[in-house]
């Protein structure tokens, strides 16, 4: 039985170099930029969530205040569909952050904010905290479960099935989900 899994180990982590990752479940905000607005405006984010903003209509910019936290300038454009995306990490601190437009500083101003009822600080079935889902936490998992390797941290970031522990069971849950569109991990918890 080792040698089997150990085979399917090295299977799976030769596949893995070959597959593009599956993203973790952060949030993209989307803000139009348009002729003397930002819409919608205070959105709210949590750290790992990307904001888009996207031109549709005027020459602007997204520009951040000299009193953010974090700094960031998308550089001017009038080209409609245009887009700059920023994402906010939790190293950034709690914000806020302010920003503006540059072309239009006095009228066009708005602030993103950091939610405080974000979700847990891992995300479901990154069973290796590589903040995504891929088949390396499926490599992580089996190594885990017959080797003895390493455990999850959080040990419930490997419960990918929601079943209140990790097994095989989600070892075939997470395989489903990145090779055959199965259920979100944890979608049912």
């Not at 031109?55 to 602007?60: A, E, P, Q, S, T």
């Not at 520009?63 to 190293?91: I, Q, R, V």
């Not at 950034?92 to 920003?99: E, K, R, S, T, V």
Request: net charge negative; glycine share 10%.
């Amino acid at each position: 039985m080792r040698r089997i899994t150990s085979k399917l180990a090295i299977l799976l982590l030769a596949l893995s170099t070959l597959l593009t990752a599956i993203p973790a479940q952060a949030v993209i905000h989307n803000i139009d930029v348009g002729n003397f607005f930002f819409s919608p405006t205070k959105t709210q984010v949590c750290p790992g969530d990307t904001v888009r903003w996207t031109w549709v209509g005027g020459v602007h910019s997204t520009t951040s205040d000299p009193s953010s936290p974090k700094t960031w300038d998308s550089g001017t454009s009038g080209t409609n569909g245009h887009t700059f995306e920023l994402e906010f990490l939790a190293g950034d601190g709690p914000g806020p952050f302010p920003y503006h437009c540059s072309v239009h500083a006095l009228t066009m101003k708005d602030t993103i904010f950091v939610a405080i009822d974000c979700p847990p600080g891992f995300v479901c079935g990154d069973a290796n905290a590589s903040a995504q889902v891929d088949i390396d936490d499926v490599v992580f998992l089996i190594a885990y479960i017959f080797q003895g390797g390493p455990a999850p941290t959080p040990l419930e970031a490997g419960d990918a099935n929601c079943s209140g522990g990790i097994d095989i069971d989600d070892v075939v849950y997470l395989i489903a989900y990145i090779f055959q569109g199965g259920p979100v991990p944890c979608a049912t918890c």
